[in-house]
């Protein structure tokens, strides 16, 4: 089982990216698959989560309305949009996939938001 995170990178504030979570080993359409971040200091929070089968979605409130997150089963691949981005959305960001008691994380990606 892995999970590929990538994307992160240096934006000024108000700028955009689009993270990569590249899944292999398990059955992406199976599983939940949520993005987590953690910034200097601080606790990893839930950012967004898209479930199994119909991709019902979720946003945390500080990012509801400006990421947006989304799967494309053929390439086994979740995304996370992040539009209209500001300092304090500055942290490692991690993807993580859930199904019962399996529960599979990957290596974050930095993201870096500042002019």
């Known amino acids: 089982v892995q999970l590929q995170a990538s994307g992160g990178g240096l934006v000024q504030p108000g700028g955009s990216l689009r993270l990569s979570c590249a899944t292999s080993?398990?059955?992406?359409?199976?599983?939940?698959i949520g993005w987590f971040r953690q910034a200097p200091g601080k606790e990893r929070e839930p950012v967004s989560c898209?479930?199994?089968?119909?991709?019902?979605?979720n946003y945390a409130d500080s990012v509801k309305d400006r990421f947006s997150i989304s799967k494309d089963i053929a390439k086994s691949t979740v995304y996370l949009q992040m539009d209209n981005l500001k300092p304090e959305d500055t942290a490692v960001y991690y993807c993580?996939?859930?199904?019962?008691?399996?529960?599979?994380w990957g290596q974050g990606t930095l993201v870096t938001v500042s002019s």
């Open positions: 898209i479930s199994a089968g119909d991709g019902t979605t």
């Open positions: 993580n996939a859930q199904r019962g008691f399996n529960n599979y």
């Open positions: 080993g398990f059955p992406l359409d199976y599983y939940a």
